[in-house]
């Protein structure tokens, strides 16, 4: 059942620096995962908050199913995440000590056929730090395209 969806964040990496990672599975409606299987999703602006112990996710654009009918789903809606109590508990105590972020960084399909969310412990960057970023992706480019023209 292994499909080839992986919505990947690349906005995230560039904006934070992924501290720990986190793989959670997600509450979602018939027309939301039918959406995912087909790849429209957008995890851009997307962060996770606590509520009264619960984690979710807000600000994950998952379009409308094209063939759903007056069910559908609201694109935007917040999303329950399903994590471990112990998993949850720990990272409600990281973020209110440190003032750190849980972030979306990836979405794919399981083996078992359910969605799942990749999200990260992130610290914001500071301007610098994007700019050392840019210039070293520049040089890897560049080391890349240097290597490709001897080969």
Same mark, same amino acid.
């Given at each position: 059942?292994?499909? #080839?969806?992986?919505?990947?964040?690349?906005?995230?990496?560039? *904006?934070?620096?992924?501290?720990?990672?986190?793989?959670?599975?997600?509450?979602?409606?018939?027309t939301?995962?039918?959406?995912?299987?087909?790849?429209?999703?957008?995890?851009?602006?997307g962060?996770?908050?606590?509520?009264?112990?619960?984690?979710?996710?807000?600000?994950?654009?998952?379009? *409308?199913?094209?063939?759903?009918?007056?069910?559908?789903?609201?694109?935007?809606?917040?999303?329950? &995440?399903?994590?471990t109590?112990? *998993?949850?508990?720990?990272?409600?105590?990281?973020?209110?000590?440190?003032? &750190?972020? &849980?972030? #979306?960084?990836?979405?794919?399909?399981?083996?078992?056929?359910?969605?799942?969310?990749?999200i990260?412990? #992130?610290?914001?960057?500071?301007?610098?730090?994007?700019?050392?970023?840019?210039? #070293?992706?520049?040089?890897?480019?560049?080391?890349?395209?240097?290597?490709?023209?001897?080969?």
């Open positions: 059942m292994s499909q #080839a969806i992986n919505i990947k964040n690349k906005k995230a990496y560039f *904006e934070y620096n992924i501290l720990e990672k986190y793989v959670a599975g997600m509450q979602l409606t018939g939301e995962i039918k959406s995912v299987r087909e790849g429209k999703v957008s995890l851009k602006d962060y996770c908050y606590f509520t009264k112990g619960e984690l979710w996710v807000k600000n994950i654009h998952i379009a *409308e199913y094209a063939l759903g009918t007056h069910y559908n789903h609201d694109p935007m809606r917040s999303r329950k &995440l399903l994590l109590r112990k *998993e949850l508990k720990k990272l409600e105590k990281k973020i209110k000590e440190k003032g &750190l972020s &849980l972030i #979306a960084l990836r979405m794919f399909i399981s083996e078992r056929g359910y969605a799942k969310l990749e990260g412990l #992130a610290q914001g960057k500071k301007l610098h730090d994007k700019r050392e970023s840019i210039k #070293a992706k520049d040089t890897k480019r560049d080391l890349d395209r240097s290597l490709k023209g001897l080969g």
